[in-house]
């Protein structure tokens, strides 16, 4: 009977600790999955942020186009000389003040 008893107590521990360890591998499996998603959602966000900085680049560069347009020499001179009637100044127009 005493043998038998502790057949019964040797039994329950096993199976204690099988499912015990059944629970820490399923609790690992688990977690697993979990960190994956995250990494997978955090670097489908790094991409867009990667698309953005791509497009805000290309953004850029059309204003520094278009800024190199509006400041070419000769849109410059043409208005002025158009638009605010602005002239080269003949040689005694031009007065030099010394000091």
Do not use: C
């Amino acid at each position: 009977m005493a043998a038998s008893l502790n057949r019964q107590r040797l039994n329950l521990r096993a199976f204690l600790a099988l499912a015990v360890l059944w629970a820490l591998v399923v609790g690992s499996a688990l977690a697993v999955v979990s960190s994956t998603h995250e990494v997978r959602q955090q670097v489908n966000h790094l991409e867009g942020l990667r698309r953005d900085a791509a497009e805000a680049q290309v953004e850029w560069g059309k204003y520094l186009l278009e800024q190199s347009t509006w400041a070419a020499y000769g849109r410059i001179e043409r208005i002025a000389t158009a638009e605010l009637k602005l002239q080269t100044p003949s040689a005694d127009q031009i007065l030099v003040v010394t000091p």
